[in-house]
């Protein structure tokens, strides 16, 4: 199963919490963490600009 550990699940309930808030959001993580990627995912969602 993709994404099953819990580190992921946390990361996943954190980004249902933050889709709603109205504020802008920023990720931080180690390189090749895969900030880029929920950056793309969370974007969409919540008609925000990535940048």
Do not use: W, Y
């Amino acid at each position: 199963m993709i994404a099953s550990s819990h580190s992921m699940r946390r990361l996943f309930a954190l980004m249902e919490k933050v889709i709603d808030v109205n504020t802008t959001i920023l990720i931080q993580g180690e390189t090749g963490t895969g900030k880029e990627l929920i950056a793309k995912i969370i974007g969409p969602i919540t008609n925000k600009k990535v940048i």
